[in-house]
């Protein structure tokens, strides 16, 4: 990643992993499209027509193959494995603490 962040931008990230809420929040908002599209939730009436995989646009309203749908979906699948990916890849960024060492002397 030294390639593409310069040192402020290593250190915001460092900030941002410092806080797990706001990481935790991010990803969410990041992700809900995927995990919340077509889930059920209390209180709330049933849409399936709210899926990522149902509501694949068919160019021009000419029906696309089975295969075509496939490959869409396998795109799909690909970029949320990078978005997890590059959420994994953060964790590189955090700043290690060295905890000090205990020099007493516990035979004392």
């Known amino acids: 990643m030294d390639e593409i962040l310069n040192d402020k931008e290593v250190s915001e990230v460092q900030r941002f992993l410092e806080n797990p809420v706001l990481k935790q929040a991010i990803e969410k908002i990041v992700l809900f499209g995927v995990y919340s599209n077509g889930t059920l939730q209390k209180g709330k009436e049933a849409n399936p027509m709210r899926n990522f ?8 309203g000419k029906s696309m193959s089975d295969e075509q749908v496939g490959q869409i979906l396998r795109a799909k699948r690909y970029a949320i494995e ?3 990916e590059g959420f994994g890849q953060l964790e590189t960024f955090k700043k290690v603490v060295e905890k000090e060492k205990d020099t007493t002397n516990k035979a004392r």
């Open 53 to 60: 995989a149902i509501t694949i646009n068919e160019p021009d």
């Open 82 to 84: 990078m978005l997890e």
